[in-house]
């Protein structure tokens, strides 16, 4: 009973135990490229691919940084226009019915498939990569934004409509609000789909960024830098995960207790 | 959408995209060199430089405008002009001949072009390779569909070849360094240069739009020189290069990158080769279109004419 | 105050047509305490809503002030089974919600309907706690809010759809005397909605019985016993034991008890 | 059949320790319908969860038909507020799922359940509703169901916690009635949790009045008015009347009528 | 009022609007193409696309084949995978503290940095495929699998407990079966990343399937192939969503109406 309520409560074990799996891991892996005597070109242990970091720390924190941005402009977008397209949704059956296939299918677009494409309509700057994160990630926000609106509780619709609110007051005051728990839900599962989305991006048409530093290091056959990068990535994606989680506390204090 | 021929900087340069072949390899430094030793601004170009990922996109994005000039395989460049009626031309030769080739390592039981028969070859899909196997084969005599080609993206082919996954991959001659390198345990390479058996072929070409080349073809030709000036600096002092390419590209190898350079040289200037660098001979051109002709390459035959896709007056000529 | 004539209702359901209410002639005076009590789905909450405005009726007129009814309106106020409070906003912001829907009161009116909240917290009993989330409150005070919610613009009419229902019994005790002491002070018309008989008698000063399938008026019954009321010791216990026993049989008349219909279901909620 | 001696009850809460029951002792007689009231908080729940074996006290002893109680057992049966049936199970098949749970009976041994099982919901009212799925059902047929469900095992003791709270009027009245007879019928011992004073007297033998903060016995109230009883127009109503007004009165004395405590926060639920 | 039910309540608006919503789309890009005179190697027309489809329709139907097969058998693998990790996630606060990070991680990789890698691990069979098709899509099923049981009400865990039943009857009698209609959400969100999965998987060290087409076809530049090969995966997607959407009906009918 103390145990179980200490492993659940005490915040030093929300974050020791994360960081204890982690090490885990790691050390799992580390033991698998001894013991099975894995090459480092086919999967470097641990140790090659801090030193691969330490070898040019300043020069990969760039490049982390460059794809930062891309991630959190694109992701921004995403919600810029995500979250009216989610109004649309939910004002009318009828836009639903037309929209929601549309969506479906942008969202089953190989994305891969089209960077290249993307660059060859856009250029070489920023704004192909922005796109591409924004096109990855829009759709878990479209789709849990809408399903948060929809499931606002009847009586909360009644009480706005009792009141004689106006439909904007009713989607500001009230849907929009309501939803915010499901959207951050949304949030997180398109924020590590936004990273990856700068990453194929920056697979062409770049000289910067991590997924440019990836492909880079697999054509030269530098597996252990490759696996710093996407070491990198993976820190990138749970930080910003975190981030979100955080906000959420902050934003919606009174979220957390009902669920 | 191309206006950019009017783009003047305050600097009174010309703004102008470049495009290397593929990515940002050794092989790819002259074009850093030019622009490190000032040979653009010189020729009044303020030229950026991005990285390609091969051929056909690169005539993509020519012809689409988002790069004045890029670097493609000439025999690639003129299978797609076959293709596709591209607004793109070639205005001078990077290679002399073809860096094509294919590459194992020793102990594989590939020392000549009939072992390939039976093997499967690693290589990217619509590569310059594997596009002109055919003809490589006829030229080797032996049958072009015995081989089977197994389509790995260009970054996992070093490792492929590595771990015995495939016998050979389909390489440029310049990409052994990296072969070797990426082999843990130290194997040599063996190489089977498609030039060997078709000495005619060309290696990668300068690539640019049409209406740019007949537009404003002393821009064209300044900037062509300028290029190939670096590009003879780079032959000359393959290391200085391989140094220069690492200051734009930090993760640049600076030993491999100065091998491939070192490698690269007798197919930018062969034995016996005396014409200025860079230069196109309309013969040689002919040549290599009637090869593709004839091994089907281009449908139907004789739809692609050698002026459709080189501008022959606009290479530097002795 | 309340004058229905000949309302009918008549929803397209999704296996044909379900006719809610019949041919209801009913008229609430000024200041009037009308209960309204039936079996579940006989049609009370339509009834309500019809009043509110936030349906019209297919057939005969709704009528409220002698104006007919169009849509809700400012001096009518509708209250709901559960609190429904906004969880993102403070107790007191809650409060405020319908004066910040109707905007354009200027900031001096806006203070003056501050003060008026203020007011009607103390006089619920909610002075300290303003600043409080919705979740950090009990049901009985969340109710409560609701309550101050439903006053703040001094309602002519408050339309109160089982206000109580989800209340332990003393809290509900406590709460009906504080509305009947509520509607002394402020004047209003009230016509409130109840599944218990007991409320319904305590409250009233006409209950209001309709039957299901369809819903009709089938009795209004007058209430005179002396006010305040309470269920405390004293008199009036048995008196609103006996009229409960006598509606209790009015309710109960003719009902196949075994099937009752099944929940409504709730249409997913959306935009008119 | 049940007895508690000085039985008390602390929690870890988040907020340091609560103190949910002190020093009970209650002795229910075989057979004997106990009903429990007091204000939300006060430890009602928590006391049926202790007969149950859902958890164990911190302090005295809990004996069910002698033996002290350390987990669950099969003759006593927990009926809760809401019906909790699995939503994709039948009728039929949510009221055998205690069945299922046991396992081992054999074949035989189930058919005959089922039999029993056949018999409850005829008991009921339900028959002819066996395959329907929960959702299809009103909320007073589903708390049939859960009545069936914990009766199929023919448990010596039920214990009750505000079964029929979320009903309306009629539909509680009408469950009352049966849950009486079934008694009556079976010969078990029921301990009852009501928010409604008037059901309290209505059902029981005997009144528990807890007091809040820590939960203790205030009073213990003997009913008895003879059987049945109903609320219909009868000579019950004002003996029912009388001894609420009573009750009343108890629990709502030393009462601060403000605050009341926020509804308890429910752990994320795990399995132990 | 007839209208808007109509618009919501009958099978035919439900099948017509969809189809209306795409045919504009198509009809929007073919307009496009049209006045802005693209080149169709920059977006070919649907003409082309449809042309291009009509050029072998066999061989991309049986490439089409291979992709589905591929998905289909990744899918159901993380499912199987998916579901005991989640039980286990819900099980114990401590291996969920310890794996979730780990998870998480897992899921920010960048795929298709890795697909050359399994290649290489694993060679040129249908294994790496139907593995990148798992990576790519178990995340989501865990995540949602486990919401699914942790939201489970306790009510309905006390009901089982009163009851004396064991962890494993909680489990598999309640807790699973609850989170049926949650798992089903992420189930559909799954698909759709299954299909990106295994195209991403089938641009390398294979000669079939639909990511090969794509690849090979961009490779010379051969843009309205690729794009008859990226309809036909969101076509696949869209039918394969909508089969999910089907079962779910059938298999879950106590979930639609508790909405
Ligand atoms: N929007 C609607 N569409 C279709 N039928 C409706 C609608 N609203 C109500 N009904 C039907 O009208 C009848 C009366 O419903 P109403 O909600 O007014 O009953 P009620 O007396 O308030 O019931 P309860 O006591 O359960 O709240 C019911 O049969 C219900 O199914
Ligand atoms: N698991 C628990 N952890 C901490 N505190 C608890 C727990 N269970 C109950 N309590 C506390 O014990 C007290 C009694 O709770 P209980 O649920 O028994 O009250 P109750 O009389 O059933 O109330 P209600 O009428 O609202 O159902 C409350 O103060 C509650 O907050
Ligand atoms: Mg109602
Ligand atoms: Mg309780």
Chains 1, 5 share one sequence.
């Not at chain 2, 389909?170 to 040599?188: M, W, Y």
């Not at chain 2, 002919?286 to 449908?299: F, H, P, S, Y």
């Not at chain 3, 909450?45 to 405005?53: E, K, Q, Y």
């Not at chain 3, 103390?122 to 006053?151: A, D, I, K, N, W």
Request: hydrophobic share 45%; glycine share 8%.
């Amino acid at each position: 009973m103390t145990k179980r309520s200490w492993l659940k409560d005490s915040p030093a074990a929300a974050v020791l135990l994360p960081i204890i799996g982690l090490a885990g891991a790691i050390a799992l892996w580390w033991l698998a490229t001894i013991v099975f005597g894995i090459e480092s070109y086919l999967l470097p242990s641990p140790r090659d691919v801090v030193i691969s970091f330490m070898d040019q720390p300043s020069y990969l924190l760039t490049e982390t940084g460059t794809s930062i941005l891309e991630t959190v402009e694109g992701f921004l977008l995403a919600i810029v226009v995500g979250v009216p397209i989610a109004l649309l949704i939910v004002r009318s059956v009828l836009l639903e019915r037309l929209v929601y296939p549309l969506l479906l299918m942008v969202n089953a677009i190989p994305k891969v498939a089209i960077a290249p494409l993307l660059v060859v309509w856009m250029g070489f700057g920023q704004w192909p990569k922005v796109v591409m994160v924004l096109l990855v990630c829009f759709f878990p926000i479209v789709i849990s934004t809408a399903q948060g609106m929809k499931s606002t509780p009847i009586e909360l619709v009644e009480l706005l409509r009792s009141l004689n609110a106006s439909r904007t007051q009713e989607f500001f005051k009230l849907r929009l609000r309501y939803a915010m728990p499901q959207m951050f839900t949304g949030l997180k599962v398109a924020i590590s789909l936004a990273v990856i989305g700068s990453v194929i991006a920056e697979f062409v048409g770049t000289t910067h960024g991590l997924g440019y530093v990836i492909y880079q290091s697999g054509a030269s056959a530098d597996t252990p830098l490759a696996f710093a990068a996407i070491t990198l990535l993976s820190i990138l994606s749970i930080v910003l995960f975190y981030i979100l989680v955080l906000l959420e506390h902050l934003l919606l204090p009174w979220a957390q207790e009902s669920r | 959408n191309n206006d950019d021929e009017g783009k003047q900087a305050d600097t009174g340069l010309t703004k102008v995209s470049y495009l290397t072949s593929f990515n940002t390899f050794g092989r790819e430094a002259y074009a850093y060199v030019a622009l490190e030793k000032g040979y653009f601004k010189d020729a009044g170009f303020d030229v950026t430089i991005n990285p390609g990922s091969g051929t056909v996109d690169v005539m993509k994005l020519v012809a689409g405008g988002q790069a004045d000039y890029g670097i493609g395989d000439f025999t690639g460049a003129v299978i797609t002009l076959g293709k596709q009626k591209l607004p793109v031309t070639t205005v001078g030769m990077i290679h002399q001949r073809s860096l094509a080739a294919i590459v194992s390592l020793e102990g594989y039981g590939i020392t000549k072009p009939q072992d390939l028969v039976g093997k499967s070859v690693g290589d990217q899909p619509g590569s310059t390779n594997t596009v002109m196997f055919p003809v490589y084969a006829k030229a080797a005599k032996i049958p072009a569909d015995k081989t089977d080609f197994i389509p790995s993206p260009p970054p996992a082919l070093p490792q492929l070849l590595a771990s015995g996954k495939v016998p050979a991959i389909g390489q440029f001659v310049v990409g052994v360094p990296l072969v070797e390198k990426a082999d843990p345990k130290h194997r040599k390479a063996v190489v089977l240069p498609y030039g060997d058996v078709l000495p005619d072929l060309y290696g990668n070409a300068i690539i640019t739009r049409t209406d740019l080349a007949k537009d404003h073809p002393d821009q064209v030709k300044k900037f062509t020189a300028a290029l190939l000036k670096g590009l003879q600096d780079t032959i000359d002092d393959p290391a200085a290069a391989a140094a220069t390419l690492k200051k734009y590209v930090p993760q640049t190898d600076v030993g491999v990158a100065t091998e491939e350079l070192k490698l690269m040289k007798p197919y930018v200037k062969p034995d016996g080769f005396n014409d200025p660098l860079g230069s196109v001979d309309p013969q040689r051109v002919q040549t290599i279109l009637n090869l593709l002709d004839e091994a089907g390459a281009i449908k139907p035959a004789g739809s692609v004419k050698a002026e459709d896709v080189v501008s022959a007056d606009l290479a530097p000529k002795s | 105050m309340i004058r229905l004539d000949g309302v009918g209702q008549v929803f397209d359901g999704r296996e044909g047509q379900v006719t809610a209410l019949e041919e209801i002639d009913l008229h609430v005076q000024q200041n009037e305490f009308v209960t309204l009590i039936g079996r579940s789905g006989c049609g009370k909450s339509t009834l309500l809503r019809l009043i509110a405005g936030l349906i019209s009726p297919t057939s005969g007129t709704v009528r409220v002030a002698g104006d007919p009814v169009t849509g809700p309106r400012r001096d009518v106020s509708f209250m709901f089974q559960r609190p429904a409070l906004l969880p993102w906003r403070s107790v007191l912001s809650n409060v405020m919600l319908p004066i910040e829907i109707d905007g354009g009161e200027g900031d001096r009116g806006k203070a003056a309907y501050r003060d008026r909240a203020h007011q009607l917290l103390e006089l619920t009993g909610l002075t300290g706690f303003e600043r409080r989330l919705p979740h950090e409150l009990s049901g009985g005070m969340q109710q409560r809010v609701s309550l101050c919610r439903s006053l703040i613009r001094d309602p002519q009419v408050m339309l109160m759809d089982e206000p109580f229902s989800a209340l332990d019994a003393l809290t509900r005790t406590e709460l009906s005397e504080e509305l009947q002491r509520i509607k002394m002070e402020l004047d209003t018309t009230i016509v409130f909605v109840t599944h218990s008989i007991e409320e319904a008698v305590l409250l009233a000063d006409r209950v209001v019985v309709l039957t299901p399938r369809p819903g009709r008026l089938r009795e209004v019954v007058d209430i005179d016993i002396p006010r305040p009321r309470t269920l405390g010791q004293n008199a009036h216990l048995t008196e609103v034991a006996r009229i409960s026993g006598l509606l209790h049989g009015l309710l109960a008349e003719k009902v196949a008890p075994v099937e009752e219909p099944a929940p409504r279901q709730v249409d997913e909620v959306r935009p008119r």
